[in-house]
């Protein structure tokens, strides 16, 4: 049961899918009269895709799983608990949500960067991620640029020209990094502020990552949903 009787036009009642399993369920209705008549409406098939929010304080991380060689795992960060990559030594690197795979979709993380090997490494976030080789992401670069950009059979390709940060990329300072693809449009935007936005269909499903290459990173708050962002619509 949804809730209690409603005996009032519109007759409409809100489902609260949080606590749902993803995937397909079918509802019916009960219609009642004032005679006390019942009837059952014909079934309706809907598709539950719920939102993900993951603070990580729970200590369980087990819905995201390298696809590589990066070392992730649950970490204490100040008052905080986060997911963190802390191999400075792994090339590119994908911690990959595993519950769902949508088409329009968005996914955004508070963002740390901890340490890196080498100069102008990069991390960030990915979406509609088909395989290692195969999604689109943004990216921060220690070089204090920003990068919207897209891999296939794992050969990067810029959507847009990279763009200067207006700030420093360092170590222990944190950003909210957001990449939205609804359709063909890309939106990339940090601390809420759009900084790129660009058009491919390439790819038009797949799941949401957390990327780091040659860097030491953490990940707190992350959102991921199947819809766009309400705020970042023209």
């Known amino acids: 049961s949804l809730g209690g009787e409603d005996t009032g036009a519109p007759f409409t009642i809100e489902w609260n899918t949080l606590q749902i399993p993803d995937g397909g369920h079918t509802l019916t209705a009960i219609a009642r009269d004032v005679l006390g008549n019942t009837a059952i409406s014909a079934p309706v098939s809907v598709t539950v895709k719920n939102a993900t929010f993951d603070d990580f304080e729970d200590g369980d991380a087990s819905n995201w799983v390298s696809d590589g060689t990066g070392t992730w795992a649950v970490a204490e960060q100040g008052d905080n608990r986060v997911l963190r990559q802390s191999n400075v030594?792994?090339?590119?690197?994908?911690?990959?949500?595993?519950?769902?795979?949508?088409?329009?979709q968005v996914v955004e993380a508070d963002v740390t960067l901890n340490a890196v090997s080498g100069s102008n490494r990069f991390f960030g976030v990915a979406a509609r991620y088909q395989t290692p080789d195969d999604y689109y992401y943004f990216v921060l670069r220690t070089n204090n640029t920003a990068e919207l950009k897209r891999l296939t059979k794992a050969v990067a390709t810029n959507l847009v020209p990279p763009v200067p940060l207006p700030f420093t990329v360092t170590p222990g300072v944190p950003h909210r990094m957001t990449l939205e693809v609804v359709g063909s449009r890309l939106r990339a935007y940090v601390d809420g502020q759009l900084v790129l936005e660009g058009a491919d269909a390439t790819y038009v499903t797949g799941r949401v990552a957390l990327l780091t290459y040659f860097s030491d990173v953490s990940f707190d708050n992350v959102h991921a949903a199947p819809a766009p962002l309400a705020n970042a619509v023209d």
């Open 89 to 104: 030594t792994a090339v590119s690197n994908r911690a990959v949500l595993q519950s769902a795979e949508w088409a329009d």
